[in-house]
């Protein structure tokens, strides 16, 4: 009786720890902010980007065309290449 029991915590906890690896990577892909179409709202999710830069990327934006990559962003005033590396698994600038 106390093998069953011992066995039914076991698969719990495997499946509670699966279910929480799964939707870690889950949650890890879900955000990806296209910096050519992104409101500046959408902008803000990005870490280090609060309203005021993300209204500066999009002024950017309309002044000089799409981003060809994130690495452009370093052009954007106030932005710098730390906060770019913090955020390049999050930005995207494919249509």
């Known amino acids: 009786m106390r093998s069953f029991r011992s066995i039914g915590r076991l698969m719990v906890a495997v499946f509670v720890l ?3 690896m799964t939707g870690v990577a889950v949650a890890g892909n879900a955000l990806k902010v296209n910096i050519n ?3 500046v ?3 803000t999710q990005l870490k280090r980007i609060g309203p005021k830069y993300a ?4 002024a950017f934006r309309e002044a000089n065309g799409p981003f ?3 690495d452009e962003l370093v052009n954007v ?3 710098g290449s ?4 913090e ?3 999050l930005i995207t600038v494919e249509d």
């Open 82 to 85: 730390k906060t770019v590396e």
């Open 87 to 89: 955020n390049r698994g």
């Open 68 to 70: 060809k990559s994130a």
């Open 37 to 39: 179409d992104a409101t």
């Open 18 to 20: 699966v279910f929480i």
């Open 55 to 58: 209204e500066k990327i999009v």
């Open 77 to 79: 005033p106030g932005i």
């Open 41 to 43: 709202e959408e902008l």
